[in-house]
Nanobody, 120 residues
Framework: QVQLVESGGGSVEVGHSLRLSCAAS????????IVWIRQGPGKEREGVSC????????YYGDAVKGRFIISEDNAKNTVYLQMNNLKPEDTAVYHC?????????????WGQGTQVTVSS
């Protein structure tokens, strides 16, 4: 059974950093593309970053490019999202998810999410 558990969220001020973790169980990370998604208050769901398993490429949304870094530790079966230079518009619930397959397209299993709040 696929399970994803996010942690590391919190309340920070503008310009600060946070690192989110996504502990995966029930599968190994190289099975599916792994996605970080966020949904801010009153906003639509937004893809933040993805690691493709078909070609190993990493993708970032335009809003976070140059500030966020996705990484993974296969020994711990955990994916991370390092978020630097945070802005108020980064305030959202952040979820990690598996794609249905090895490419960064669609979402299959989700975690419960972790809240990130950035204040000015």
């Amino acid at each position: 059974q696929v399970q994803l558990v996010e942690s590391g969220g919190g309340s920070v001020e503008v310009g600060h950093s946070l690192r989110l973790s996504c502990a995966a169980s029930g599968f190994t990370l190289d099975t599916y593309a792994i996605v970080w998604i966020r949904q801010g208050p009153g906003k639509e769901r937004e893809g933040v970053s993805c690691i493709s398993r078909s070609d190993g490429r990493i993708y970032y949304g335009d809003a976070v490019k140059g500030r966020f870094i996705i990484s993974e530790d296969n020994a711990k079966n955990t994916v991370y999202l390092q978020m630097n230079n945070l802005k108020p518009e980064d305030t959202a619930v952040y979820h990690c998810a598996t794609a249905p397959g090895r490419i960064c397209q669609g979402y299959a299993s989700w975690g419960q999410g972790t809240q990130v709040t950035v204040s000015s």
